[in-house]
């Protein structure tokens, strides 16, 4: 493994370090949670548009799919069937604000340990489901699978690897969200034609849950964890096995600053919403989730199969499709995760917002034209053409707003106010992602096809907001954001004194 004792960040401490293979296991373990998290999204949309599954639970939605003059973007309008994707992300929501306290608490392991046992009860419950309140009971407890595991990995991954590693193991969380997915997708694809197949999509999520809950009883709780609950010798032993030097005093000293520092802070919610100086990472971080659930991308994640069969294909068509899509999804994270620290984050995140706003006008273009209310959709290579659009759409997104949504939050702000900063951008990912899993398929029926102008016009403004209002974090200390980015921002200098 590489030898790192420099870092990389201009002007930060040297800490001795290796990377070595116990940190980079406890990363992947932990980035598994991202495969829980990426599982799910990947597995409802193919669900909700299996025949077996709409007649066990929905049998009026099978109906209206099925009869002929059905209005073409009504098809799949039923305030249940969305409930039954979106009822996580309400449980997700709570969970994470929980799971800030217990990670503080007691530990980033255990609450890793406790999103694995969540997220594996759920999936037997949802695996045996005989009525809706089961399946929906079922969800509830992968919300809060969710809720741990995505409150806690990423924060993990960064106390634990070495700075210098940091962003490329902070995006491997994305990376398997988008393995998730795309298993996920080929799993339904599988399952599609067989009976009861929806049980054995939704059960598979068990097999997640199985891999972090055995893989966390081999990842070492964080030092920063362990010093902030007093444990210091424990800290210090941990600090040495997991950088491979026998020189950690100096690693070992900030992290006992910096903790000393924050439990000064005893309320840091409040101190996140009293203390000015956080308003600028407050605002950034939270409206990066923001805009990153309304580039639209669930509508792709959660609803593709249904919109290929929208558009007039047949079942198993618009699950290839989906294969498809989240097969591109997933190379193209890679992309960013060799990127990310070379040419900056607002580099990407400006490229994959004109991306997407250049594909969502113009499938919203070929959908005016060609889908009408009534009657197959006009044109044979048009949803060849909307999947090739799709894709390239998905590549921006995995590139840019995907992983970055993620990473910026999780280094803009400081270590006091850093765990519930980090709850807000994922409270914010969960309450966009209800919305979209909630009323997309309403707001297909009403606004048909201009839905995707009001995304292509949402992805404009995103644009813009990075432009004007977010600094360029690349290669700046966590500790040092303050100083040198925030403290001489044009637009956020005025929220700290002199
Ligand atoms: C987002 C998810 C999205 C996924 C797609 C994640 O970063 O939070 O909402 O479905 O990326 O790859």
């Not at 249940?80 to 608490?105: C, K, P």
């Not at 599609?192 to 709780?221: C, D, M, Q």
């Not at 900030?254 to 000015?276: D, G, M, Q, Y």
Request: charged fraction near 15%.
């Amino acid at each position: 493994m590489a030898v790192g004792s420099m870092n990389v960040e201009e002007g930060t401490k040297a800490f001795p370090a290796k990377l070595t293979f116990q940190v980079f296991l406890c990363c992947v373990i932990a980035a598994v949670g991202g495969l829980m998290f990426g599982y799910d999204i990947g597995i409802s949309g193919g669900v909700t548009s299996m025949d077996t599954f709409l007649l066990d639970f929905f049998p009026h939605v099978y109906e209206k799919k099925h009869r002929v003059h059905e209005n073409n973007y009504c098809k799949f309008d039923d305030q249940l069937l969305q409930l039954f994707t979106s009822s996580l992300y309400l449980a997700g929501i709570f969970a994470s604000f929980i799971a800030s306290y217990v990670s503080r608490a007691f530990g980033r392991k255990p609450t890793i340990i406790s999103a694995s046992i969540f997220f594996l009860v759920g999936a037997i419950l949802n695996l045996s489901a005989q009525n809706l309140g089961m399946l929906i009971g079922g969800r509830i407890l992968l919300g809060f699978g969710i809720g741990f595991g995505n409150q806690t990995v990423p924060l993990f991954i960064s106390e634990i690897a070495p700075a210098r590693y940091r962003g490329g193991l902070n995006v491997m969380f994305q990376f398997l969200i988008t393995i998730g997915i795309l298993a996920a997708s080929y799993v339904n694809y599988l399952t599609s034609t067989l009976k009861n197949g929806w049980r054995y999509s939704l059960g598979g999520a068990a097999v997640p849950a199985l891999i972090l809950l055995i893989g966390s009883f081999f990842i070492h709780e964080t030092p920063a964890s362990l010093i902030e609950r007093g444990k210091d010798e424990k800290g210090k032993q941990i600090l040495r096995k997991i950088r491979g030097v026998e020189d950690i005093e100096l690693e070992f000293n900030e992290i006992k600053h910096a903790t000393e520092v924050a439990t000064k802070v005893k309320s840091p919610f409040k101190e996140l919403f009293t203390n000015r100086e956080n308003r600028p990472p407050l605002v950034c971080g939270t409206l990066l989730q923001f805009f990153q659930q309304f580039t639209g991308i669930n509508v792709v994640m959660f609803y593709a199969p249904v919109l290929f069969q929208t558009m007039g294909s047949g079942n198993n068509a618009s699950l290839i499709s989906t294969v498809v899509t989240n097969g591109v999804n997933a190379i193209a994270t890679i992309f960013s995760l060799l990127m990310v620290d070379l040419a900056g984050r607002k580099c990407l995140l400006v490229e994959g917002a004109i991306q997407m706003t250049a594909t969502q006008m113009t499938i919203g273009g070929i959908l005016l034209a060609h889908l009408k209310l009534v009657g197959p959709i006009t044109g044979h290579a048009v949803p060849l053409i909307v999947l090739v659009l799709i894709c390239v759409y998905v590549s921006g997104f995995a590139w840019s707003w995907g992983p970055l949504g993620w990473l910026v939050p999780s280094e803009i702000y400081p270590l006091e106010v850093r765990n519930a900063g980090y709850f807000c951008a994922v409270a914010m990912n969960m309450v966009c992602t209800f919305i979209i899993g909630q009323f997309f398929l309403s707001a297909l029926c009403r606004f048909r096809s201009y839905l995707f102008f009001f995304f292509g016009v949402m992805n404009i403004v995103m644009g813009l907001f990075v432009v004007f209002f977010l600094p360029e974090t690349k290669g700046v200390p966590v500790e040092e954001m303050a100083e040198k980015r925030w403290k001489t921002h044009s637009r956020w200098k005025k929220y700290f004194k002199d």
